[in-house]
């Protein structure tokens, strides 16, 4: 089982920044893929942003040029820098960590993001 613990959510000004960090604890030896995603009120959850552990990036056309996911691997913690945020960009964002091997998915409690003036 991995255990996945999510940070840095709250309110930011349109255009401002916030970083939010995802810490994965139990068998965190077993992940591959790590990343973010959000659902907006009324929305389904959609992908914003992964990497993998040898680095390689996924992005949502959304978020591309605005936001960066990063990954440090000693510690199985997943980053999520996001810059010149919009309104739109107000939701849960879900922390996820792909088994790599089995390909279960496992998730965060998730943590809210307002964007708003």
């Known amino acids: 089982q991995v255990q996945l613990a999510e940070s840095g959510g709250g309110l930011v000004q349109p255009g401002g920044s916030l970083t939010l960090s995802c810490a994965a604890s139990?068998?965190?030896?077993?992940?591959?893929?790590m990343g973010w995603y959000r659902q907006a009120a009324g929305k389904q959850r959609e992908l914003v942003a992964s990497?993998?552990?040898?680095?390689?990036?996924n992005y949502a056309d959304s978020v591309k040029g605005r936001f960066t996911v990063s990954r440090d691997n000693a510690k199985t913690t997943v980053y999520l820098q996001m810059n010149g945020l919009k309104p739109e960009d107000t939701a849960v964002y879900y922390c996820?960590?792909?088994?790599?091997?089995?390909?279960?998915?496992?998730w965060g409690s998730g943590t809210l993001v307002t964007v708003s003036s």
């Open positions: 996820n960590a792909k088994h790599a091997f089995t390909g279960t998915d496992y």
């Open positions: 139990g068998s965190s030896f077993s992940i591959n893929t």
């Open positions: 990497v993998t552990k040898r680095g390689t990036t």
